[in-house]
Every structure is written in structure tokens, then in C-alpha cells.
């Protein structure tokens, strides 16, 4: 079955304790994206990837970090994680298309974040 | 600056009436729009999308969109609605000349029994 997979699911951790989410996609995907989901703001986008080793900040990327070391992953790293990142995080892979640039988005199930 | 408005948060309809969820657009070129729509506990699913040709995109579950481009709108309509139907609904947009996309604050959409 196609999909993109999240782990954790649900994380509750503390202020600075260094966490990593990963994110898999089995659809041969060129591009990777990193999400969060907060009331009355959306989706906003933290980090995108059009290949391997090819990584780019999107409009929120302060406090994260990413890596694209084999097509089909894509961590999201909080290296000292903060209150304000609580949120519920998106990871999305898709298709280049062939005149350039990223199509339909495939959407894993989601990773609930807490930060105390 | 890029970016997507969904007026409206909340949208109720009777079942079997029509729905639309409004979307506008800014972008600085032509636009890539897209609707997703997300279920309780669940990630974003695609709908549809506009990329070029009929301004009349037709989708999934008997949804469908008309891109307007001199009123930069991309509305999501459907003629008669579902109580499955009820979920938050996101308007997306990429630029074609980039790499980035822009999504709506959502639209929470509930039919009426």
C-alpha cells in the first residue's frame, strides 16, 4: 500500500530534551515536506526537500532541523524542543512533475507534539 | 507575499442542499490550487486540483472547483451535500515558478441531518 508513515505518533516531552519525528514514504517520491497544523493558522510549512540531500526552509523553520540522507525519509529534529512547538506535525511526500516542481501531496497520519 | 484566505471558518448546510467553501489566492505568477479535505485523527487527503486548461476542475466524492482567475478564487463546491461531508477543508497554492506551498487557515464544513 502506498503511504507516508509518522513516528511517534504522539509525543509528550520537556523543554530541551532533544527528540527526533521520522517520516517514510514508499512511493518513490522525490519531494518531502514537514507541516504544522495550529488553530486558526493552518498548515505552514517548515522544511522542504526536492531530492537527497537537497533541503530548503519553508515559512517556519525556526527551531527545527531536517536531513535527506535516502529518498525515502525525511526526519523532522527538534534539537531543544520549546513550548511553542506544540502542535500537530504533517509529514507529505509527491511526485516532480514533469515540466519542474512538486504535485499532489501524499499526507502522513500526523504526530501530536506536546512540550512541557 | 504568497498566501491563501479562507473566509470563512465554519460553514453549515442542510444535507442534500448545495456547499461551497470560498478560497482566494495571491501568488506572483500562475497558480498551482489544490483542496484537501482532513477527517477527525486523520491527515490531509487530496480532493482536486487546478493546474491548467477547463477552469472547471472535477474531483473526488462529487466535488468540484472553478478557477477564477481575474477574481484569483479557487471555491470548492458540491450540489448536494452528505453528512459524511462534515470535515475541515484546506485550499493549497504553489507558484509554478516555485517550490513552496501555501495553505488556507481551513474551513470546517458540517452538514445538517
Known amino acids: 500500500e502506498a503511504q507516508v508513515t509518522q513516528n511517534p505518533r504522539y509525543l509528550i516531552t520537556v523543554t530541551g530534551k532533544k527528540l527526533t519525528v521520522t517520516c517514510s514514504q514508499n512511493m518513490n517520491h522525490e519531494y518531502m515536506s514537514w507541516y504544522r497544523q495550529d488553530p486558526g493558522l493552518g498548515l505552514r510549512q517548515i522544511y522542504y526537500?526536492?531530492?537527497?540531500?537537497?533541503?530548503d526552509k519553508g515559512d517556519v523553520p525556526e527551531g527545527y532541523k531536517v536531513s535527506r540522507k535516502e529518498k525515502r525519509n525525511f526526519p523532522l529534529i527538534l534539537e531543544s524542543p520549546s513550548p511553542n512547538q506544540t502542535s500537530l506535525y504533517f509529514c507529505a511526500s509527491s511526485p516532480i512533475r514533469s515540466s519542474g516542481g512538486p504535485d499532489t501531496q501524499y499526507f502522513g497520519p500526523g504526530t501530536r507534539l506536546t512540550v512541557l | 507575499a504568497q498566501s491563501v484566505a479562507q473566509p470563512e471558518d465554519q460553514v453549515n448546510v442542510a444535507e442534500g442542499n448545495p456547499l461551497t467553501v470560498k478560497c482566494t489566492y495571491s501568488?506572483?505568477?500562475?497558480?498551482?490550487l489544490f483542496w484537501y479535505v482532513q477527517y477527525p485523527n486523520r491527515g490531509l487527503q487530496f480532493l482536486l486540483k487546478y493546474i491548467t486548461g477547463d477552469n472547471l476542475v472535477k474531483g473526488s466524492y462529487g466535488f468540484e472547483a472553478e478557477f477564477n482567475k481575474s477574481q484569483t478564487s479557487f471555491h470548492l463546491k458540491k450540489p448536494s451535500a452528505l453528512v459524511s461531508d462534515s470535515a475541515l477543508y484546506f485550499c493549497?497554492?504553489?507558484?509554478?515558478?516555485?517550490?513552496?506551498?501555501?495553505f488556507g487557515t481551513g474551513t470546517s464544513l458540517t452538514v445538517i441531518p
Open positions: 501568488v506572483s505568477g500562475n497558480p498551482y
Open positions: 526537500s526536492m531530492n537527497v540531500e537537497v533541503t
Open positions: 493549497a497554492v504553489r507558484d509554478r515558478t516555485g517550490n513552496q506551498f501555501y
